[in-house]
Structure formats: C-alpha cells, structure tokens
C-alpha cells in the first residue's frame, strides 16, 4: 500500500501502482469525469500513471492553469496529426503549450498553407479527436529514436535528440501517430470538443535566423463548443478595445516612421492624461515622503558597467554614443537606479537621516527588435515612475509594506480589482544570470515573502523571474477581459548598494551600506496607458478623463449661456468643451458618445430660463434636468467615489 497526500492536507491510502484517475474515482465520479493531467510530487504525471511510492499527488481540471497545458499540449499533438495526413512528407518540430492555447513549428516543405486552409484542418483534427484515441507515453532508447527520424528524414527531431541522453527520451503514441515528446498528455483525444486554428506565421528553427525557416500553426482548442465560441466573442471585443485602435480614435498618441519604430509620439489629450496621472501619483508619493529628482537621458558607459546593466542589456541597448574625446562613449539611459545611486552618493548620510526616496518620471531607452514593438504596451522609448529608497536593514519591512499600500492605492483609485502578487525569485539553476552574493539574495527574497505575508496578499511563487541585482514582487492584474498583465512591481535589492559603494553612518559610528528598493507602481507609463484603455474601452474613471463634460447648444442663441456654464464648471476643477459646431443635436450627442466624453448637456431656450442644464451620460442616456449648481455636486460626488483616498 502506499499514502496519498492531497492538497488539502488529506491523506489516502491505495494499492501500489494506483493511477491518478484511481484517485480521482476514489474522491468522485463527477471529479474524474473533469480530471485531465495531475502532478505527483511536483513532476507533471499522466492520468493513468501507476504510482509507486507515497507522495504528494495534485489532480487537475480543464479550469487550472496546469490542466489548461496538458489539454493545450494533447491537442498540439492532433494538430500535427491531422497536418501530416493532410499534407504527407511534412517535418514536425515542437508544439508546445502557450498562454492561450497552442502552436506547432512545421516544415512543410512544397505544401503551401493559408487560412482557406483552416476550416479543413479544423475538420480533420475533429475527425481524429473523436475516435477517443489513448496518449500513451513510453521510454524510448537514444538510438531507436535517432533511427527512426533519420529514417524519415526530420532533421529537427534528430537535433533535439542528440541534445538529450537515455533515458530522458520519451515518445507519446495515439492512434497511429507518435511523437518525441516529454509527457503531460490528457487521458483520451475524445476530450477535445472544439478546435480553431487561430493563424500562421513564419518561425525560424529554435529563434535563430541563421536556420531554416518554418511555418507556425497557432490553434486553440476546448473540452465544450460553447467554450470556444464564448473565447472567440471575448477576441473580437478585444479587437474592439485594442489600444492602438481606440489611442487613434480619441487621439492620444501616434507613431512616425520619421521619428522612429518604437518611439510614441504623445498627442494634446493623450499628453494631458499622462500629466494626470503623474500627478496623482506625484501627491500621493509627496504624502509618502518622496522627494522628486532629475536625471539626464544619458549616461557614461561606465555607469552602465558598475552597475552590471551593461553586461546584462548591453545587447538588447541603443549602440553607444563617442564623442570627439577618445575612449569616451554615453549610452542612451537602460534604467534610471545607476543614475539614483549617484544621486545617492552626492554626499554622506547618517542612519539618521534615512530613509531617502527618490522619485522620477525617468524616460529610458532599450533597442528592443521590430518584430517585438507593439503599439505601447513594447516600444523603444518609456517613461518608467520610477523611485529608488535608500534604508537601513532595519527599516527595509516597514518601507517595503509601505511601497505594497501605494500600488494598492493607484490600483484601486484606477479599477484594477483583480490581480494576484507574484514573489520573482532567482533561478538556482543559473546562477550566471544574477549578480551578488547568495546571502544578500537570501535576505531579500526572505524580506519580500515576509512583506506579502503580513500584507494578505494574494501571491505565488515564481522561480526565475526575478531581475539581474535582486528579487521582486511583480503584480499581475486581470484586466476587464480577463486577460492577464504584469504591472507594478516592488524589487529589493543588496547588490547596487555595494556595487556603487553607498554607505551610511550608524549609530556605531561605523560605515554601513543601505538597503536598495526600486519601485514602480505603473510599470512605464506607455504600457500602463494601453492596459488601461483596453481594461476601460477608453471609458477612464471620472477623473482622469481629458474632457468630463462637453456642453452642446442647439443654437448659437445660447452660445453665451454656453459659455458661462462652462465658466462655472470650470471654476470647480470639471474640465469642460463646448461643441459650437453648426451640427444637428443629434449629431453632436453621437460624436460626443463615440469621443467618449462621460457627460453631455444640452442647452436652450428652456434651460437658459430656469438657469438649468439637461444631463446625458455616456453609454446610458438621459438624466434628467439639473439646476447648474447640483450638477457640479453630481459630478464631484462621482470623482471623489472613483479615487480614492491615500492616507498616509
């Protein structure tokens, strides 16, 4: 017999070499009808798995991100299936699981494949799904498997496989198709309900253009019809909410070629919105205790070497800028904590007088590769709200907690209600990829973990993603979609410290070296812009909006009362437009509804009598008369609902 242990602390006793699926049927008939992969302690198993010894067992369903992969996985498999009976004498490569769904890199030699194409691959992946054929995944020799790539002449097989020794080769059967292939497989293909092939794209062999190119299939797939159709609804409202689409429409930003790729060009509104926004978070940073600095655009490349960034992104930077002095070169600003070091270093400091928070809207510059650029969300040049505290060891819980209250605060005063904290830590696997010693990252890693602790937050734990010089708390923010984005993030950092030499007198009257915070609650202000326009449809809280209330006379007469309602909005901080263009009223309302503007009021006759004004809001229509008075009132009570308040 061996012991079970589930995730919720239970623990059962079965049968040596029971599967999964056995304890899955234990617990439930319905959970074993929705149970698709499981993992055993921490390695992802199949269903029908025999387990052998006590362990750790966790079953998942379509719903959970892992059962997601191993459907996303399978069905990778039915597709390259389906493909190679369509199209015979095609080379596979890999098809793995992504984020939505999932792709396969193809060689398909003379075969040309476009979107007419779909709908019979489609067709073709059901007709193979539904015969309910089993995965079946078993160990395969090192020269078995190169024999029989070599006999079907796939190169890219025979590469990933003299990459690998016996015993870590697996090949995974269903239905009279093999594949080279690591496991994570659902039970049976008759899972698969639904499929669509989503597009085709060109892909060189493992990223590198020196190698063949291929031709990457991206499809999803889905245990319900519904499902499906439900996702590709959600698609198409995503197109309608696209930044790019909806900046253009209410005339936020743009792109030039002349300018650049990359290099956003912020138009009067857009220009205004992010002035807005960096003045909330400048009042609430002042509340806080931070102090606003300024640094160039540039920067010796020297500082870049010291501080390791250049090691680390010197690739993926702007090429260094020489000047007529020999040997001297500047690169365009990476990041702005080497230039906040110096800042820093200006002049001694006691443990006294910290800590220090210096805070800057800091534009910065990555050579990112053109086909990567998108929209705002990828660009070349960013403005980060960036802010680095300087503090003792002693003080580093209370400031990071405090850093965790203002992301909070930004996210609440701006709707994001739904996120999930991620603690970033460091790949023990590769250690070149980092800088600094194993106790200073163990200080900081344990610093993070026990701040999201004593803060409630909802967080998980991702090994590997944390930054060069130290850890980090990322926030992952479902947008209205559903869709998830990293932004904000809190890093705690001991090897900056030392690498620039900072230091601080303390009450032992001895030289010590202060703990490093980088934080920054928007992530860059182009990327927070974008998720915020596609999570609001351009329909930005009440008081971030670039006009609150356009006022529409439906004639010149009262273009005058016009404007002296505008007067009095405008004294109680509502921003205002009049709409004096000789256009219909109706045809002023529907302008106004597609700019988004929250608030119309139409003036005439009638409300000029009764010093009134008639309200519609945008998306719901008409309010109602309003005398001018109790409408400012209206609109300051719906601001005031929308931020909220940071007390500090």
């Not at 106790?439 to 909802?458: H, Q, T, V, Y």
């Not at 009257?509 to 974008?530: K, L, T």
């Not at 008639?614 to 409408?631: A, M």
Request: proline share 5%; charged share 25%; hydrophobic share 35%.
């Amino acid at each position: 017999m061996i012991n079970i242990t589930l995730p919720d602390g239970s623990v059962r006793e079965y049968e040596k070499n029971s599967t999964p699926m056995d304890v899955a049927m234990s617990i439930s008939h319905g959970l074993a009808r929705n149970v698709i992969s499981a993992s055993f302690n921490g390695t992802t198993v199949e269903t029908k798995t025999p387990l052998t010894t006590d362990g750790n067992l966790t079953l998942y369903t379509f719903e959970q991100p892992e059962g997601k992969k191993a459907f996303w996985h399978s069905s990778a498999h039915v597709l390259a299936q389906a493909i190679q009976q369509l199209y015979p004498g095609v080379k596979l490569t890999i098809g793995p699981a992504i984020e939505n769904g999932f792709y396969y890199d193809i060689d398909f030699g003379e075969h040309k494949v476009s979107e007419t194409d779909f709908p019979k691959i489609e067709q073709r992946f059901l007709e193979l799904a539904r015969g309910k054929h089993e995965f079946t995944l078993r160990e395969v020799s090192k020269a078995d498997a190169l024999a029989k790539y070599k006999e079907e002449g796939n190169p890219f097989k025979v590469e990933l496989i003299e990459n690998l020794n016996d015993g870590e080769i697996t090949f995974c059967d269903h239905d009279d198709f093999t594949d080279l292939c690591r496991g994570g497989h659902i039970p049976n293909t008759g899972i698969l309900k639904a499929v669509k092939v989503m597009s085709a794209a060109g892909a060189y062999w493992r990223g590198d253009e020196k190698n063949p190119q291929l031709t990457r299939i991206y499809g999803i797939s889905f245990p319900k019809a519904k499902m499906l159709t439900e996702y590709l609804e959600l698609l198409e409202l995503a197109k309608q909410r696209d930044h790019r689409k909806l900046g253009k429409e209410l005339e936020l930003f743009t792109f030039s070629q002349k300018v650049g790729q990359g290099l956003p060009l912020w138009l009067p509104k857009g220009a205004a919105l992010r002035s807005r926004l960096e003045d909330f978070l400048k009042k609430a940073q002042k509340k806080a205790g931070y102090e606003m600095v300024m640094t160039p655009h540039i920067g010796q490349k020297e500082l870049y070497v010291t501080s390791g960034h250049y090691e680390k992104y010197g690739e993926d930077s702007f090429q260094p800028i020489k000047t007529p002095k020999m040997d001297e070169e500047f690169l365009l600003k990476p990041m702005n904590c080497p230039h906040h070091c110096e800042v820093y270093n200006y002049k001694p400091w006691s443990y006294k007088e910290l800590p220090k928070r210096y805070a800057e809207f800091g534009t910065v510059y990555r050579y990112e590769q053109s086909g990567e650029l998108h929209g705002m969300t990828r660009v070349r040049c960013f403005t980060q709200d960036d802010a680095h505290i300087f503090c003792t060891p002693d003080q580093l819980d209370q400031e990071f907690k405090d850093v965790i209250d203002l992301v909070l605060y930004v996210f609440g005063s701006l709707g994001f209600e739904d996120f999930t904290a991620q603690v970033s830590l460091r790949d023990p696997e590769n250690p070149s990829k980092y800088i600094g010693s194993d106790e200073n990252w163990n200080k900081a890693e344990n610093a993070i973990i026990n701040a999201a602790k004593e803060k409630g937050l909802n967080y998980v734990i991702e090994t590997g993603e944390a930054a060069f010089y130290g850890p980090k708390l990322d926030f992952m923010v479902k947008d209205a979609l559903g869709r998830s984005w990293q932004l904000g993030t809190i890093q705690v950092d001991y090897n900056l410290p030392e690498r620039f030499d900072l230091t601080y007198k303390g009450s032992d009257n001895a030289e010590h070296r202060p703990v490093m915070i980088h934080r920054a609650p928007f992530g860059s202000m182009e990327r927070f812009i974008a998720v915020l326009l596609e999570h609001t449809g351009g329909n930005f809280p009440l008081w971030l909006m670039p006009e609150q209330v356009i006022i529409l006379p439906i004639s010149e007469k009262y273009q005058k009362y016009a404007e002296k309602v505008s007067g009095l909005l405008e004294n109680s901080e509502i921003r205002t437009l009049i709409d004096d263009r000789s256009e219909k009223t109706g045809r002023k309302i529907r302008d106004a509804e597609v700019s988004k503007v929250p608030y119309m009021i139409i003036v005439g006759e009638k409300e000029e009598g009764e010093e009134s004004v008639s309200v519609r809001k945008h998306g719901e229509g008409d309010l109602g008369t309003f005398s001018i008075q109790d409408f400012i009132k209206h609109v300051s009570d719906e601001v005031a609902k929308t931020l909220v308040a940071f007390n500090k």
